[in-house]
């Protein structure tokens, strides 16, 4: 009797895979049956850890190479990985911004530097980077961030453009105000300075939505997973807004 050969299980990447939105993607991803690495500082509770400080540009090539090597193919690589920083220009040290810049943008300069290779010959690959609706429009307080966040959509453009000849996609996910350990920490940062009631800025964030409401890492990582997977096939250098209609004013 004729045997079906066994499908070969994809392999995907999430760079800072430890918490909130990265570690949402990477569970998403193994519910779709990917051999998954989380290249994180820390340790997460999913996927298969590498240790990577996305601030050493070798230390991400090297992870990325490792991740790819293990199971010899790379399908999917998420540039999750970043930090978050409140201030105007005035404001923003210079060691501010090269530590901002080098996570947000160095980071996963590194990791798709990294990926090509092995995508070019599978002559398939999908890249989805998270970039924020920081990436679309100007906030307040926000000179370094939103800085990081533009370059990323422009690493995405321009990253589609130059590997669409080997089947490779590049899209972004652009994230308004999510519900994550990295937004409680800008809130909290908030609050320490201003003296101002949590609870009342988490209320003012929420009701600054279209939708009324913040979203969850879980709504962005169903985006991610179906902007990597085949159904998105057509679909290169875009830049697609999950932000509950912040950015659509």
């Known amino acids: 009797m004729k045997t079906e050969s066994k499908r070969m ?4 990447i999430v760079t800072g895979g430890s918490k909130g939105i990265g570690l949402a993607i990477i569970e998403k991803l ?14 997460g509770t999913s996927g298969q850890h590498i240790t990577c400080d996305m601030r050493d540009f070798a230390q991400v090539q090297e992870a990325v190479r490792q991740a790819a090597d293990t199971t010899g193919r790379l399908d999917v690589l998420i ?6 920083f409140s201030a105007n220009i005035e404001n923003t040290r210079e060691e501010d911004l090269q530590r901002v810049f080098d ?3 160095k980071g996963a300069f590194a990791a798709i530097q990294a990926s090509l290779p092995t995508m070019k010959q599978q002559n398939s690959g999908a890249i989805v980077i998270v970039g924020s609706d920081q990436s679309l429009v100007g906030k307040q307080n926000s000179f370094a961030y939103n800085l990081t966040k533009h370059a990323l959509a422009s690493m995405t453009k321009t990253t589609a453009l130059d ?27 908030y609050c320490e300075r201003s003296g101002a009631d949590k609870a009342s800025i988490h209320a003012e964030e929420a009701a600054q939505q279209p939708l009324g409401r913040l979203g969850q890492a879980e709504e962005v990582a169903e985006l991610a997973c179906f902007l990597a997977s085949d159904k998105a096939s057509f679909i290169t250098g875009s830049l697609h807004s999950i932000d509950g209609g912040y950015t659509a004013r």
């Not at 193994?30 to 340790?43: S, W």
């Not at 089947?167 to 105000?177: K, L, M, V, Y």
């Open 30 to 43: 193994i519910q779709e049956d990917y051999q998954v690495f989380n290249l994180d500082i820390a340790p």
């Open 79 to 84: 540039c999750n990985a970043g930090i978050h």
């Open 9 to 12: 299980q994809k392999t995907a």
């Open 163 to 189: 590997y669409a000849a080997y089947n490779i996609r590049s899209n972004a996910i652009c994230p308004g105000t999510i519900e994550t350990p990295l937004y409680h920490q800008a809130i909290d940062n």
């Open 103 to 105: 996570i947000n943008v």
